[in-house]
């Protein structure tokens, strides 16, 4: 019991949450920014699966990373807009079309990753290009700071400046102001000339953007080559992430961050003798924890709400 809290009060655990932490950022923003416009992209699992083998396909057949990283994104946007078209051109439930999207990219990753190497689990045959990992002048020699911030793959950094883009974004530049106004009410928004559906197409565009680095990131940076179902539900925690964030960017980050120090925990679980399997099921316990908790807040909330409102009509 002593090591394991040697473990968990170090500064190796501290790097790994930011580390694990990334690709549930990248979800969880691209969960905000869609909400933000009023249109519930569930499709994040399914956009980082096709990404990350994409990126891997690519970086390995044309001898860079930054190539595969592109072509990672390109993907990524490619099935938010084919998302969008369907949910907003055809009136797709979006609901149903993301589910559609999950579970297409589920099994057409192992059919394509097979038609390419002739692998079906991993792609061990194929040498992926790996993301570099950057190391801050003068910060990586503070004692402490330098062991937990220094050193993380480069899409780590990014998360983090993504984090601040998205909040200027939405609060301080025009296609924010309109996409809060569609999330907010969109019969208002149209009324004075704003294009809903351009807005929320966009949005659904921003979306997979982040989606897609956070696939990216999983095969090309927390890991060196691709694996079936890799993602392994980080799609479905961002969403839960932004959800208990209450749609806020700080609040999504600092959620993300909760997550992901639950996903170090399960890995940090291991030095004990618990069953491996019991181990695994920490994040989506902490995940379901954190809604249950998110559920009755919201619940409070209304309530109360409610019952203003019952007194103003009195």
Same mark, same amino acid.
């Given at each position: !019991?002593n090591?394991?809290?040697?473990i968990?009060f170090?500064?190796?655990?501290?790097?790994?949450?930011l #580390? @694990?932490?990334t690709p549930i950022l990248?979800?969880a923003?691209?969960?905000l920014? =869609?909400?933000k416009?009023?249109?519930?992209?569930i499709g994040?699992?399914?956009?980082m699966?096709?990404?990350a083998l994409?990126?891997v396909?690519v970086?390995a057949? =044309?001898?860079?990373?930054?190539?595969?990283?592109l072509?990672?994104?390109?993907?990524?946007?490619a099935?938010?807009?084919?998302?969008?078209f369907f949910?907003l *051109?055809f009136?797709?439930?979006?609901?149903l079309?993301?589910?559609?999207?999950?579970?297409?990219?589920?099994?057409?990753t &192992?059919?394509?990753?097979?038609? &390419?190497?002739g692998?079906k689990g991993?792609?061990?045959s194929?040498k992926s290009g790996v993301?570099?990992s950057?190391?801050i002048?003068?910060?990586q020699?503070?004692p402490v700071?330098?062991?937990?911030?220094?050193?993380?793959n480069i899409?780590?950094? @990014?998360s983090l400046?993504? &984090?601040?883009g998205?909040y200027?974004?939405?609060a301080?530049?025009?296609l924010?102001l309109?996409? #809060?106004?569609v999330?907010?009410n969109?019969?208002?928004?149209?009324s004075v000339g &704003?294009?809903?559906? #351009? @807005?929320?197409?966009?949005s659904?565009?921003?979306?997979g953007?982040?989606?897609?680095?956070?696939?990216?990131?999983?095969? !090309?940076?927390?890991l060196?080559l691709?694996?079936r179902?890799?993602t392994?539900?980080r799609g479905?925690i961002?969403?839960?992430a932004e959800?208990?964030? #209450?749609?806020?960017?700080?609040?999504?980050f600092?959620s993300s961050?909760?997550?992901?120090a639950a996903d170090?925990?399960a890995?940090?679980?291991?030095?004990?003798?618990?069953?491996?399997e019991?181990?695994?099921t920490?994040?989506y316990v902490?995940?379901v924890?954190?809604?249950v908790?998110?559920?009755v807040t919201?619940?409070? @909330?209304? =309530?109360r *709400?409610?019952?203003k409102?019952?007194e *103003?009509?009195?």
């Amino acid at each position: !019991m002593n090591n394991f809290f040697s473990i968990l009060f170090s500064t190796d655990f501290a790097f790994s949450v930011l #580390r @694990v932490m990334t690709p549930i950022l990248f979800a969880a923003l691209g969960a905000l920014i =869609s909400n933000k416009a009023g249109i519930v992209n569930i499709g994040m699992e399914g956009t980082m699966l096709t990404s990350a083998l994409t990126g891997v396909i690519v970086s390995a057949y =044309s001898g860079s990373a930054w190539v595969g990283l592109l072509a990672g994104i390109a993907s990524g946007i490619a099935i938010a807009a084919l998302l969008g078209f369907f949910t907003l *051109k055809f009136k797709t439930h979006i609901i149903l079309g993301g589910i559609a999207i999950n579970m297409f990219a589920s099994g057409g990753t &192992v059919f394509i990753l097979y038609l &390419v190497s002739g692998d079906k689990g991993a792609s061990t045959s194929l040498k992926s290009g790996v993301l570099p990992s950057v190391h801050i002048p003068l910060l990586q020699d503070i004692p402490v700071l330098g062991p937990i911030l220094s050193g993380h793959n480069i899409l780590t950094y @990014v998360s983090l400046l993504c &984090v601040i883009g998205l909040y200027y974004m939405l609060a301080k530049t025009p296609l924010g102001l309109r996409i #809060r106004a569609v999330g907010e009410n969109p019969q208002a928004a149209q009324s004075v000339g &704003v294009r809903v559906n #351009r @807005v929320q197409f966009i949005s659904l565009l921003i979306s997979g953007f982040f989606a897609a680095l956070g696939g990216a990131y999983m095969s !090309m940076g927390y890991l060196s080559l691709f694996t079936r179902d890799m993602t392994a539900g980080r799609g479905w925690i961002g969403i839960a992430a932004e959800a208990v964030g #209450r749609s806020t960017t700080l609040g999504t980050f600092l959620s993300s961050l909760l997550f992901g120090a639950a996903d170090a925990l399960a890995n940090a679980l291991q030095v004990l003798k618990i069953p491996a399997e019991l181990i695994g099921t920490t994040p989506y316990v902490v995940t379901v924890i954190g809604l249950v908790v998110y559920a009755v807040t919201e619940a409070k @909330v209304k =309530s109360r *709400k409610l019952a203003k409102n019952l007194e *103003k009509n009195k």
